[in-house]
């Protein structure tokens, strides 16, 4: 009896033929129903909640800033973020593609090189990531933490 990986043994290869858009259906839903979400973003008086894995993945920014607070669901305020860019961004992370009037364009590509949104913005290197500081000159994160969740500050 040979085992897992055995060379004597016939090997099949399963696929999912539509993985990818299945996944990203996936994804959509659950921030359209709010299941999940564990983390809030606040800017320009409003407040949007979504899933810290996809923020992980689309931004390096929000990667390195969730892995630094590891609470269970961290409010970040995004100051000097305006709520249509923010709503966008999402759209952008969760749907990979946004429209966007020419108007609203030069800000919401700031902020989404501010944020290093893949796809949109330069992905920085390792060297640069390692200097990445929770504030850049027009923009700031302040990280609130629920207190039954972290009470280390």
């Known amino acids: ?14 696929r999912w033929n539509d ?5 990203l259906s996936s994804f959509r839903h659950l921030r359209d129903e709010e299941d999940f979400v564990d ?8 407040s949007f909640t979504a899933h810290k894995v996809v923020l992980s993945a689309c931004s390096p920014y929000f990667r390195t800033l969730l892995k630094a607070n ?3 669901h961290p409010i970040v305020i995004l100051r000097d973020v305006r709520e249509q860019d923010m709503e966008a961004l999402l759209r ?6 946004v429209h ?5 364009l030069t800000d919401f590509l700031k902020t989404a090189q501010t944020l290093q949104v893949r796809g949109l913005a330069d ?8 200097l990445l500081t929770v504030s850049k000159n027009y923009f700031f994160f302040i990280i609130i933490f629920l207190i039954f969740d972290c009470m280390r500050f």
């Open 39 to 46: 983390v809030t973003l606040a800017c320009d008086g409003c």
């Open 123 to 130: 992905v920085p290197t390792k060297e640069q990531q390692k």
């Open 1 to 14: 009896m040979g085992g897992l990986g055995s060379s004597s043994e016939q090997q099949y290869s399963l």
């Open 70 to 72: 590891p609470c269970q």
């Open 92 to 97: 952008f992370m969760y749907n990979g593609e």
């Open 19 to 23: 993985f990818h858009s299945s996944i």
């Open 100 to 104: 966007i009037g020419q108007e609203q």
